[in-house]
């Protein structure tokens, strides 16, 4: 660390920004006031769309097509002595482009999008050094090289002249912020950089964030909405609503003795490792409803014309799972271990060339889920549901709400006219939604409001089993964890038996009874949740747990 | 509401947060507004078009123009075919609506008369408006019969003069002293209706085509795909011209002119099969049609209630920009000779008349038929590109 750590490098004060629109301006922040010192991480926290985004972008002057309104941005050089104030400067200026890169670097969410896909990691890295440094490009091919070793790249070398598709989401995050610190900077600013990557990739990256912290000795600005990496790595933390600070502090009293009520209610809606079991366990009956035996499929790479197939990806490895009577079963693992190909399976859409998987229905006949027949078939499909991850996908925008809830009823067949009607507004009742709502078309709704219309979907039929993909991971943490209860509530009332495809394990210790954790097409462990939260067994089940943030700062283990 | 937390804690109920952003369980939001979200997606199309103001324009234009098409011979204050030797490349004439007598200001609407003078060395005839010569206008003159929406037989027409000999050319008239204004709408009936025929035809084969190969993908996408590749590498003109060459010169006017339109949308439906199989592909992947399966809808089913509506918009769009595609097309073709042939009046034809250089510099209102192209293709354009803008469900 340097001498400098612990010195005020920016000052915001009462910073204020609006989006000019026709009928009048629409405010994203006002009055943001923060510090941000040297060799320390200030966290931004807040569900979506409460500005802190626009806030880091303000402190760059890339607002367009927003303008700030009111404050001041004063950056501080330590070393000099100096200050700049950056809210007046014009936004493509000379001055304000010095700045930005040399003194201030930004890496965000997307490490795809913000990277370009037409040149190499190196010609990108070298531009940015070429930007600010005085050298000439041999030279900024070694910092380059340079560079990426420090972000712990192997054979920097090498990987410098690759292009982006050729790394993987972690590598192109660390090149980002390779290329961030190039010039040194004294602030980075960080949007969301993990929330796109695995939970074990996102650990690596946040270590390597805080180890560069402290060889650097600068201040970083880290935004996130998830309060388990906010006590990982702030050492403040600014809580954002609706375009305001709501509380600023110590990540300690933050979080163990938060000022706001909305701070209380981000940390009790956020989900860790250490989150109560839902304690509701212990209806499930040893009725099996779905089994699988050794279902193994492989997607062929695509058949080209005049070339040979290649060996393709293994999707689904022997893996044998069974759904039981009222449990909730939770699918873990990581993004290409199979758990949505495991989905789908079920759901008919896929084929595996090995293995079977095989439905108890109501009437307690055996029907073969891997049988094109069963598809056709309807019954099976009437009591195994479908809840989908995109809130936004997943229900016709040019359909109301009435016809969307109503669709599986009527062409079923089992319901239409003012008795159908009835039914939708009943149903739309049971998930927390007013019955007049049904007139209206999805786009008046809220991504929670629309994710409750698509469980009233898939209960519409009185189903038996409930499949949710990824259901609750597009929304916001309070938001989430009402649909979770929502889900437990209706599968005490309808006795139904979920299965739970998830990446965040904190969602799953709170809300699954058993879990099966997969990884590369196979199931590697299985077990209750807690137990596999608290105890697990198999290597990749411990080092992906031991990924997870916890939300406490007292018990760090990621950064140490 | 039956949805009561059960017996245990309320404090292990981690959704139960309240006066968040979101409703908690088991309550109804009693912020949802009911007076926004009730409109459909068409509501929706036209409010957002109705605020692109050109393409509003172009639609009052491209309505005046349908509506001339359509009552072509109410419009028409003289028979388009009616040869008048007399008044050969007369000049247009003014149309005055107040007239200024000694007795005063009165609306009548009017036009002045013609005197020819033959110029002694060259012998040619020019026409001279007179001044002098008023000829009044009466609206709703009765003067030559024709069959309205060709069943109705009537004589009415919109503007006439009071005395059915006197001249009155608004365009002009043209080399056999025809109005060139009532041969102007009359072809803009023949036009726009080969062009609408045409793509309604394309449109018809390129939804079957198209739609079968984006749904049902496999050989037959692969089959469709290359046949439209291979339609779409032939030079156009050339094509037409052997397909035109081809067509008996013994068929009757109304023959060729089917012909043509059927021509013209052998290889108009490409285009629009392309966009139908494109919006199948890319709904074939939305959760939305994957949940119309689940929730139990056949094939026909899912197609025609869940997939067309989102791309009939789309569909409305290409085909209004394919429209003027269609009527520049038959107009190259009868311009060069190929397509419609006279009595048949389109704007083509009309324009074949313009071919010749020097009867242009005498008489340029020989390509008033020109103007009208140009401004129903623009307004279509501009009507198609607002529509785009307003279909899409999400756009801000």
Same mark, same amino acid.
Request: with cysteine; aromatic share 8%; net charge neutral.
């Given at each position: 660390?340097?001498?400098?750590?612990?010195?005020?490098?920016?000052?915001?004060?009462?910073?204020?920004?609006?989006?000019?629109?026709?009928?009048?301006?629409?405010?994203?922040?006002?009055?943001?006031?923060?510090?941000?010192?040297?060799?320390?991480?200030?966290?931004?926290?807040?569900?979506?769309?409460?500005?802190?985004?626009?806030?880091?972008?303000?402190?760059?002057?890339?607002?367009?097509?927003?303008?700030?309104?009111?404050?001041?941005?004063?950056?501080?050089?330590?070393?000099?002595?100096?200050?700049?104030?950056?809210?007046?400067?014009?936004?493509?200026?000379?001055?304000?482009?010095?700045?930005?890169?040399?003194?201030?670097?930004?890496?965000?969410?997307?490490?795809?999008?913000?990277?370009?896909?037409?040149?190499?990691?190196?010609?990108?890295?070298?531009?940015?050094? /070429?930007?600010?440094?005085?050298?000439?490009?041999?030279? =900024?091919?070694? %910092? *380059?090289?340079? @560079?990426?070793?420090? &972000?712990? +790249?192997?054979?920097?070398?090498?990987?410098?002249?690759?292009?982006?598709?050729?790394?993987?989401?972690?590598?192109?995050?660390?090149?980002?912020?390779?290329?961030?610190?190039?010039?040194?900077?004294?602030?980075?600013?960080?949007?969301?950089?993990?929330?796109?990557?695995?939970?074990?990739?996102?650990?690596?990256?946040?270590?390597?964030?805080?180890?560069?912290?402290?060889?650097?000795?600068?201040?970083?600005?880290?935004?996130?909405?998830?309060?388990?990496?906010?006590?990982?790595?702030?050492?403040?933390?600014?809580?954002?609503?609706?375009?305001?600070?709501?509380?600023?502090?110590?990540?300690?009293?933050?979080?163990?003795?938060?000022?706001?009520?909305?701070?209380?209610?981000? /940390?009790?809606?956020?989900?860790?490792?250490?989150?109560? =079991?839902?304690? %509701? *366990?212990?209806? @499930?009956?040893?009725? &099996?409803? +779905?089994?699988?035996?050794?279902?193994?499929?492989?997607?062929?790479?695509?058949?080209?014309?005049?070339?040979?197939?290649?060996?393709?990806?293994?999707?689904?490895?022997?893996?044998?799972?069974?759904?039981?009577?009222?449990?909730?079963?939770?699918?873990?693992?990581?993004?290409?271990?199979?758990?949505?190909?495991?989905?789908?399976?079920?759901?008919?859409?896929?084929?595996?060339?090995?293995?079977?998987?095989?439905?108890?229905?109501?009437?307690?006949?055996?029907?073969?889920?891997?049988?094109?027949?069963?598809?056709?078939?309807?019954?099976?499909?009437?009591?195994?549901?479908?809840?989908?991850?995109?809130?936004?996908?997943?229900?016709?925008?040019?359909?109301?709400?009435?016809?969307?809830?109503?669709?599986?009823?009527?062409?079923?067949?089992?319901?239409?006219? *003012?008795?159908?009607?009835?039914?939708?507004?009943?149903?739309?009742?049971?998930?927390?939604?007013?019955?007049?709502?049904?007139?209206?078309?999805?786009?008046?709704?809220?991504?929670?409001?629309?994710?409750?219309?698509?469980?009233?979907?898939?209960?519409?039929?009185?189903?038996?089993?409930?499949?949710?993909?990824?259901?609750?991971?597009?929304?916001?943490?309070?938001?989430?964890?009402?649909?979770?209860?929502?889900?437990?509530?209706?599968?005490?009332?309808?006795?139904?038996?979920?299965?739970?495809?998830?990446?965040?394990?904190?969602?799953?210790?709170?809300?699954?009874?058993?879990?099966?954790?997969?990884?590369?097409?196979?199931?590697?462990?299985?077990?209750?949740?807690?137990?596999?939260?608290?105890?697990?067994?198999?290597?990749?089940?411990?080092?992906?747990?031991?990924?997870?943030?916890?939300?406490?700062?007292?018990?760090?283990?990621?950064?140490? | 509401?039956?949805?009561?937390?059960?017996?245990?804690?309320?404090?292990?109920?981690?959704?139960?947060?309240?006066?968040?952003?979101?409703?908690?369980?088991?309550?109804?939001?009693?912020?949802?507004?009911?007076?926004?979200?009730?409109?459909?997606?068409?509501?929706?199309?036209?409010?957002?078009?109705?605020?692109?103001?050109?393409?509003?324009?172009?639609?009052?234009?491209?309505?005046?123009?349908?509506?001339?098409?359509?009552?072509?011979?109410?419009?028409?204050?003289?028979?388009?075919?009616?040869?008048?030797?007399?008044?050969?490349?007369?000049?247009?004439?003014?149309?005055?609506?107040?007239?200024?007598?000694?007795?005063?200001?009165?609306?009548?609407?009017?036009?002045?008369?013609?005197?020819?003078?033959?110029?002694?060395?060259?012998?040619?005839?020019?026409?001279?408006?007179?001044?002098?010569?008023?000829?009044?206008?009466?609206?709703?003159?009765?003067?030559?019969?024709?069959?309205?929406?060709?069943?109705?037989?009537?004589?009415?027409?919109?503007?006439?003069?009071?005395?059915?000999?006197?001249?009155?050319?608004?365009?002009?008239?043209?080399?056999?002293?025809?109005?060139?204004?009532?041969?102007?709408?009359?072809?803009?009936?023949?036009?726009?209706?080969?062009?609408?025929?045409?793509?309604?035809?394309?449109?018809?084969?390129?939804?079957?085509?198209?739609?079968?190969?984006?749904?049902?993908?496999?050989?037959?996408?692969?089959?469709?795909?290359?046949?439209?590749?291979?339609?779409?590498?032939?030079?156009?003109?050339?094509?037409?011209?052997?397909?035109?060459?081809?067509?008996?010169?013994?068929?009757?006017?109304?023959?060729?002119?089917?012909?043509?339109?059927?021509?013209?949308?052998?290889?108009?439906?490409?285009?629009?099969?392309?966009?139908?199989?494109?919006?199948?592909?890319?709904?074939?992947?939305?959760?939305?049609?994957?949940?119309?399966?689940?929730?139990?809808?056949?094939?026909?089913?899912?197609?025609?209630?869940?997939?067309?509506?989102?791309?009939?918009?789309?569909?409305?769009?290409?085909?209004?920009?394919?429209?003027?595609?269609?009527?520049?097309?038959?107009?190259?073709?009868?311009?060069?000779?190929?397509?419609?042939?006279?009595?048949?009046?389109?704007?083509?034809?009309?324009?074949?008349?313009?071919?010749?250089?020097?009867?242009?510099?005498?008489?340029?209102?020989?390509?008033?038929?020109?103007?009208?192209?140009?401004?129903?293709?623009?307004?279509?354009?501009?009507?198609?590109?607002?529509?785009?803008?307003?279909?899409?469900?999400?756009?801000?």
């Amino acid at each position: 660390m340097t001498a400098q750590t612990g010195k005020t490098v920016l000052e915001v004060r009462g910073l204020s920004v609006a989006f000019p629109g026709r009928k009048g301006e629409t405010t994203a922040i006002s009055n943001v006031s923060f510090d941000l010192k040297l060799g320390q991480t200030t966290c931004f926290v807040g569900e979506s769309g409460s500005g802190k985004s626009v806030t880091a972008r303000a402190v760059l002057n890339i607002v367009e097509p927003a303008v700030i309104k009111a404050g001041a941005i004063n950056l501080v050089d330590v070393e000099a002595g100096q200050r700049i104030e950056l809210s007046g400067l014009n936004p493509d200026g000379a001055e304000i482009r010095a700045v930005r890169g040399a003194r201030i670097a930004m890496i965000f969410q997307e490490p795809m999008s913000s990277l370009s896909p037409v040149h190499t990691i190196g010609e990108q890295i070298i531009e940015a050094i /070429l930007l600010h440094q005085d050298v000439d490009t041999a030279t =900024a091919r070694d %910092r *380059a090289i340079e @560079a990426l070793r420090a &972000v712990q +790249i192997k054979n920097p070398e090498e990987a410098i002249d690759r292009y982006p598709f050729e790394y993987s989401g972690g590598m192109r995050q660390r090149a980002m912020i390779a290329m961030a610190l190039g010039c040194e900077p004294d602030i980075l600013i960080a949007d969301e950089p993990t929330t796109a990557l695995d939970v074990t990739t996102q650990a690596e990256i946040l270590r390597l964030l805080k180890g560069l912290q402290e060889s650097h000795g600068m201040a970083v600005m880290f935004i996130t909405h998830d309060m388990g990496v906010v006590a990982e790595i702030a050492d403040q933390v600014v809580v954002m609503l609706h375009g305001s600070v709501v509380e600023t502090g110590e990540v300690d009293q933050v979080f163990h003795a938060p000022a706001h009520a909305y701070t209380k209610k981000l /940390l009790k809606a956020s989900m860790g490792l250490d989150e109560a =079991a839902h304690g %509701r *366990a212990g209806v @499930a009956s040893g009725e &099996v409803l +779905i089994e699988t035996h050794n279902l193994s499929l492989s997607f062929p790479s695509k058949k080209k014309l005049l070339r040979k197939p290649g060996s393709g990806v293994q999707a689904l490895d022997e893996v044998s799972v069974e759904l039981r009577r009222g449990e909730i079963l939770g699918i873990v693992g990581e993004s290409g271990s199979g758990k949505t190909t495991l989905a789908r399976v079920l759901m008919g859409r896929f084929r595996p060339q090995v293995g079977q998987a095989i439905y108890h229905t109501r009437d307690g006949v055996a029907k073969d889920l891997t049988d094109p027949a069963t598809f056709r078939d309807g019954q099976v499909y009437r009591e195994m549901r479908m809840i989908f991850q995109d809130p936004y996908g997943s229900l016709n925008p040019r359909m109301t709400v009435q016809q969307i809830i109503g669709e599986p009823l009527l062409v079923n067949g089992l319901l239409k006219g *003012a008795a159908l009607r009835d039914r939708v507004g009943e149903l739309l009742e049971r998930v927390g939604l007013p019955a007049s709502a049904m007139e209206r078309y999805p786009h008046a709704f809220s991504g929670g409001q629309r994710q409750r219309i698509g469980i009233a979907r898939a209960i519409a039929l009185d189903p038996r089993v409930i499949i949710a993909d990824e259901a609750t991971s597009a929304l916001d943490g309070s938001i989430r964890a009402q649909i979770l209860d929502l889900l437990l509530d209706l599968r005490t009332e309808l006795d139904l038996s979920i299965l739970f495809i998830a990446h965040d394990i904190g969602v799953v210790r709170y809300f699954c009874d058993r879990v099966a954790v997969m990884h590369k097409g196979r199931v590697v462990e299985t077990g209750t949740a807690v137990q596999i939260c608290d105890a697990p067994q198999d290597p990749y089940t411990q080092r992906l747990i031991s990924a997870v943030p916890i939300p406490d700062p007292r018990k760090r283990h990621l950064v140490a | 509401m039956t949805l009561t937390t059960p017996a245990n804690s309320p404090d292990a109920r981690i959704g139960q947060v309240r006066d968040t952003p979101e409703v908690a369980v088991g309550e109804i939001d009693p912020r949802i507004d009911l007076t926004h979200g009730t409109e459909s997606q068409w509501q929706l199309i036209r409010r957002r078009f109705s605020k692109h103001r050109l393409a509003v324009v172009s639609l009052w234009i491209l309505s005046l123009f349908v509506f001339v098409a359509i009552f072509a011979g109410f419009v028409a204050p003289n028979d388009p075919g009616n040869v008048k030797a007399r008044y050969t490349y007369a000049p247009p004439q003014a149309l005055h609506f107040i007239d200024k007598t000694d007795e005063g200001w009165s609306f009548r609407p009017y036009v002045y008369g013609y005197t020819v003078e033959i110029e002694p060395e060259a012998l040619r005839r020019t026409f001279v408006i007179d001044e002098d010569k008023k000829i009044y206008l009466t609206f709703f003159k009765r003067s030559w019969e024709y069959k309205l929406f060709g069943l109705i037989p009537t004589d009415i027409h919109l503007i006439g003069p009071e005395r059915s000999r006197d001249p009155f050319y608004l365009f002009g008239a043209d080399r056999l002293g025809r109005d060139m204004f009532s041969r102007l709408v009359y072809g803009t009936q023949i036009s726009l209706s080969v062009g609408l025929v045409g793509v309604i035809m394309s449109l018809v084969l390129g939804v079957i085509i198209g739609g079968a190969a984006g749904y049902f993908g496999g050989w037959f996408d692969a089959v469709t795909q290359r046949a439209i590749e291979f339609l779409r590498s032939l030079p156009t003109i050339p094509l037409w011209m052997g397909l035109a060459a081809a067509m008996p010169s013994d068929w009757s006017p109304l023959q060729t002119y089917f012909a043509i339109t059927l021509i013209l949308s052998f290889l108009g439906w490409t285009e629009l099969a392309r966009v139908v199989r494109g919006r199948f592909l890319a709904l074939n992947g939305e959760d939305y049609v994957a949940a119309a399966r689940y929730d139990g809808c056949s094939h026909l089913r899912v197609i025609v209630r869940h997939m067309v509506p989102a791309f009939t918009s789309h569909i409305i769009t290409a085909a209004s920009l394919a429209v003027p595609a269609m009527i520049l097309a038959e107009t190259a073709l009868s311009f060069l000779g190929l397509g419609l042939q006279a009595p048949v009046i389109s704007w083509g034809v009309l324009l074949q008349e313009a071919q010749n250089i020097r009867t242009l510099a005498t008489a340029p209102w020989l390509l008033l038929p020109g103007a009208a192209i140009v401004i129903a293709v623009l307004a279509m354009n501009f009507i198609g590109d607002g529509l785009r803008d307003a279909a899409d469900p999400y756009a801000k």
